[in-house]
């Protein structure tokens, strides 16, 4: 085994191409969008290391255009999901005693795989398999899952480096981060590529073994992922893909005395289910389960009679709009100041009048479809509904279509009332609804603003009053994991806005930092004495 205390590579946040017209990465994706069109993808359950295939196929087909077929996976059931424990268990000892920058160079070759050859295959895969537009693909599957992996590394280390500073003279104290006893659970979305990567390789890469679940409508890429990791030498076993029905796999899962944890992103009803079943179980288990979630969140723009308005329109449109409102930071309420809301009316109408929509193939297409029939129809309903409700105007938008693929048009509604039923339920999609307030009524807002949600992801203030954006950072400190101010809501970077948000959006364990890693390891301390008593006797027991 190597010796020696291994500095690993700086990381830097990867460039974001711009796929400007006349570039070659825009040559590059057109042509990886064509071949993975033209090509029908198999995705095979990954167990131990094999390639398993079931009896029942289903098709992945993009959002955008749902007549086309990518490619199949096989659906699994629970006795896939007790295969994929017993793998990763049986190679959870070789995997944990790999020396630490063994597991590193992996996890550092696969970014280098992702920037470098598979950086176009795998933004393809997101943008037919997602929907997403080429810029979001860009700074999702390439940069923000390439900064993951650099930057996890960093805090592995980092981590690992962190010692007792004193030993006093005759001892020597060190603390050893173990991985967790048994195998860990994680669970993906469907909407960020680098979210399903990221939740089971910051797990691994702290010398656990994984099970891992990703959405049906992230498989596509997800099993592009894989690959990946598998070209990038992932010893077999340590992570196992399975597709399964939720329930299904958490049957076997949260009933096995090996479970040890949860790495989580999706909705917050999911997440509080898992952790009541959890706690049921909780005498069935070798040891406390960690729970880690970033789950809902109705995120908010708050825009002062002060605000810069060419600022505040266009943070409100990229925010809300932007991968057609499905980001888990999306901007989805807006309260803004009566002064100033007439000229932002006006720019974000003309804004919007201007937006493209349609599939992803055409690069000039801002919007493209949400991800499935039952999110279009859910979104639908919720507008229909504010067309006949005199408590609300849609100003915007207002119109979809699925005859070819699941197409919301950006719609934007004003409500009278801070408590109109879409300004307090998380939709995640584009549909946007502001409530203009008398500028004299500030502060009373940062109160609504707080109390009319469960949850506190993210949030912004937008203004150049500096009393005003003092007392929303200290009114609204508990209303957002995130706080953005003169910016939008959305687009955390790994190393600099580390992710995540309380309340009823998660356990704000803040992925893109050292805090998320630290849940996958659990610290021994052990003190070594060089020239230890040898009479129990001490000193004050002497007689005078």
Known sequence: MLK??????????EPILNYAPGSKERELLKQALRDARSAETEATLHIGGKKIKTDKKVAMRPPHDHRHILGHFYMGDKSHVQQAID????????????AWEQRAAIFLKAADLIAGPY???????????QSKNAFQAEIDSACEIIDFLRFNVKYMADIYAQQPPVSPRGSWNRVEQRPLE?????LTPFNFTAIAGNLPSCVAMMGNVVVWKPADTQIYAANLIMEIFKEAGLPDGVINLVYVDGPEAGEVIFNHPDFAGIHFTGSTAVFQNIWKTIGNNIHKYKTYPRIVGETGGKDFILVHQSADVNVAAT?????????QGQKCSAASRVYIARSVWPEIKKLMIDDLSTLKMGPVEDFSNFVNAVIDERSFDKLAKYIDAAKTDGQVEIIAGGNYNKSEGYFIEPTVIVANNPKYVTMCEELFGPVLTVFVYEDADYEATLEVIDNTSIYALTGAIIAQDRYAIDKATHGLRNAAGNFYINDKCTGAVVGQQPFG???GSGTNDKAGSMINLLRWVSPRTIKETFDPPKDYRYPFLQND
């Open 4 to 13: 020696g205390f291994f500095n690993v590579p700086q990381p830097v946040n």
């Open 87 to 98: 793998a990763a268990l049986a190679a959870k000892n070789s995997w944990e005693n790999l």
């Open 119 to 129: 950086r176009y295959k795998l933004n393809a895969a997101t943008m037919l398999g």
């Open 182 to 186: 048994g195998f860990v659970f994680a």
């Open 315 to 323: 943070a409100i449109v990229r925010g809300a709009f932007e991968y």
């Open 501 to 503: 948000g309380a309340r």
